[in-house]
Structures are given as C-alpha cells and as structure tokens.
C-alpha cells in the first residue's frame, strides 16, 4: 500500500487522476439488468479484476472497488444480505491486487436508498450498515472509502461517522448535483455545493468533492463553488463522459476522451484536486486526461 496518505500527496499541489467508469464497463462485458454488480466480486473475480487493471494500465493513480451497492440495504434485494463482508471484503482485495503497492484503493461506498427524514430507518441503522462496509473494505486493503454519489447530509454524515469510528481509512465523500430551472447547482435533496463540502468537512471527511450528474463542465462551476467556501480541503470530481442522449433505448454518454481532457485545466484552475471519471468513461478518458495532468508538470 502507498506510504503516504492521499491528501498528504496533495499537499505538494500534486493533481492526482483517478480512475473511471465501472458499471458500464460492466455491462459490455455481459452485465444485465438487475443484475448485482457487486456480486461479480464473487462471482466473476477475473472480470471485475480486468476493470481494476485498464485503468491501472491508463495511469490512474487510485482505484475504485466494484462495492458500490453492497450494502445491506440493497443487497438484500438480490438475497445477498448475509453477505456484505464477503463481497466487500472480495472488492477490495480484487482492487488492490490491480494497485500493488504505489496506487490507492479507494472503495466505492454508495447511498442506501433508504431515508431517515421518511422514518425508514434511523442515523443509527445506516451507521451500522455503512460501519459493517467499511470495516470489510479496510480487510480487503482498502487505503480510502470514496463515499459516492450522495444527496442527503444526514445520510452521508452517518457513513462518514461509521468509516471514522470503526476504520483508519481516509474519507473521501462527493454529492451529485444537477442545475434546477435557476440554473443552480443542488442535489436532489436541495443540498447546495457551498453546504456540502461544509459538511462533509464537519464531519470529518478529508477530501470532499462531486460525481456523476455532470459531464466535466458542469463539474468546473460546482467546483467553483464549493471553494468560494473552502480554500484548502482537497476537492475530488469524478465527470460523466458527458450528458447522457437515449438512442434506441440506450443510455449514450458522449463525450470522447480528447473532449474530457481539454477541460483539465479548467477544472484545476476551479480548484480541482483530483480528476476521473463517472458514467460512461472509459480506460481512454482516463488516459487522455493522464496526458493533460503529465503535460502539467513537464
């Protein structure tokens, strides 16, 4: 595993690349629909570990987990309920064996569906369920959790307590956010960039930032955003590869590698840290935007 902790390496103004898309990967190589992706880590090691090598081989300087359901709220959907530790556990063994020693594992760690504000379920009971992830993800030799793809404060406030009391692990934590009729940006929940990182950063993340929902455009102005507010916490984007455009009735993302990586410098410039890949990007995104990020320091 890396010596060095990840917001430690941002410290020297290091731009660090993450990786890319998962799920889609997963569905070219036979995914079906509703399917869980998650059990692949059982069930289909050698394919999620040829997902974590392509962007290892892209020059990705941290990988994701293929955990990004596998919790028990919504594995008991497929009857697999009984087996978090093990898939989590088997998603970040698989991802650090693609990392070796001088790349992080940051393990996906993604929403409930479950929402305290209805009655559902408690802050307690998604702190035990998210404590229950993290715990087998750190077995597994995961370096970080990348809590992802959040709307709720409650919510993510709740796994970033369950990764801090039960784990070393780093905290990475990211809202997806979308432009209402005001062109404003906010989660579903109506959660504003600017409140985000604020608590994600109260909380106790590390590292704070946005994913999916945008192509990386849109991510420049979040970003924006979010450092007129906080001037020093690391910030992550993980960018769709664009806009998604239904053809046929097939989610198409559309923007080419070459198109990703000319927004770079922008997204930097805006106070990005750490730059990779949401839905529909590829192991070619990530290169080209490993490109632009070499280019840099030359």
Request: aromatic share 6%; hydrophobic share 40%.
């Amino acid at each position: 595993m890396p010596k060095q902790k990840i917001a430690d390496a941002l410290k020297s103004r290091r731009i660090l690349v993450s990786d890319g898309a998962w799920g889609t990967f997963f569905q070219k190589k036979g995914l079906k629909p509703g399917e869980c992706p998650d059990a692949w880590c059982l069930e289909r090691p050698a394919d999620v570990l040829d997902v974590a090598k392509s962007y290892v081989d892209a020059g990705a300087d941290m990988i994701e987990t293929n955990s990004f359901g596998a919790n028990r709220y919504k594995l008991i959907h497929f009857g697999l309920e009984g087996k978090v530790s093990e898939i989590n556990q088997a998603a970040a063994r698989l991802s650090r064996q693609a990392a070796g020693d001088d790349r992080w594992v940051i393990a996906s760690m993604g929403s409930t569906g479950k929402m305290i504000m209805t009655g559902e379920v408690t802050a307690d009971d998604l702190t035990a369920a998210f404590a229950e992830q993290a715990v087998a993800l750190e077995k597994g030799g995961a370096d970080a959790v990348c809590i992802e793809t959040f709307s709720d404060i409650e919510e993510a406030d709740a796994a970033i307590r369950a990764v801090k009391e039960n784990t070393k692990l780093e905290i990475i934590c990211t809202f997806t956010f979308e432009r209402n009729p005001k062109g404003e940006y906010r989660t579903m929940m109506g959660v504003s960039p600017e409140d985000a990182v604020k608590a994600h950063v109260a909380a106790g993340a590390h590292i704070s930032g946005c994913n999916c929902g945008n192509g990386i455009r849109g991510m420049i102005d979040v970003i924006r955003s979010m450092r007129t507010v906080d001037k020093t916490t690391p910030l992550l984007v993980h960018a769709n590869a664009g806009l998604p455009k239904n053809v046929n009735g097939v989610d198409i993302f559309p923007e080419t590698p070459d198109e990703m990586a000319s927004q770079v410098r922008a997204i930097i410039d805006a106070g990005a840290n750490i730059i990779g890949g949401c839905c529909g990007t590829t192991p070619e995104h990530i290169r080209a935007i490993r490109k632009v990020v070499d280019g840099l320091r030359a």
